[in-house]
């Protein structure tokens, strides 16, 4: 997706289902995408072709930067930061003011409660780094 934009020279617009909660200090970049049933709490910012799925719930200041993909009925808790690219996997939880470096992957129903560096893949219910 991010050699595909990049290579574009035109402007993309922002794709937002009717059926959801969005606070107003939200912010919201070029390309982002937000599926139906989602709630996206207080001043918490969003990067540039993101895709928050169906029934998500991002609370209180957390940040997505660009390219990241957060599966339906995912959880983020207050204060979380996903880095690009990354893709939070179906109802996982991330605990409060945790760490999601780039291009990682957080598998599906996991439980995150420690930081996770760059480029490495997590699951599991207490998660542990398995690539």
């Keep these: 997706m991010k050699l595909i ?6 402007n993309v617009g ?8 969005i ?11 937000i599926m139906a049933g989602s709630v996206i709490n207080s001043s918490t910012k969003i990067g540039k ?14 940040v997505l930067e660009d390219f990241v993909h957060i599966s339906p009925k ?18 996982a939880v991330i605990i409060p003011n945790i760490n999601i470096g780039k291009w990682c992957t957080v598998g599906a129903g996991s439980v995150i409660i420690n930081d996770i ?12 780094i398995i690539k």
């Design 5 to 10: 934009t990049n290579r574009l020279q035109s």
């Design 14 to 21: 922002i794709a937002i289902h009717p059926n959801n909660f």
């Design 23 to 33: 606070d107003k200090t939200v912010t919201l970049d070029d390309g982002t995408v």
């Design 49 to 62: 072709h993101c895709i928050i799925n169906t029934s998500t719930s991002i609370d209180h200041d957390c």
């Design 74 to 91: 995912a959880t983020l808790c207050g204060g979380v930061r996903v880095g690009e690219g990354s893709h939070i996997g179906a109802g």
């Design 117 to 128: 560096p760059d480029g490495k893949t997590a699951v599991g219910n207490q998660s542990r």
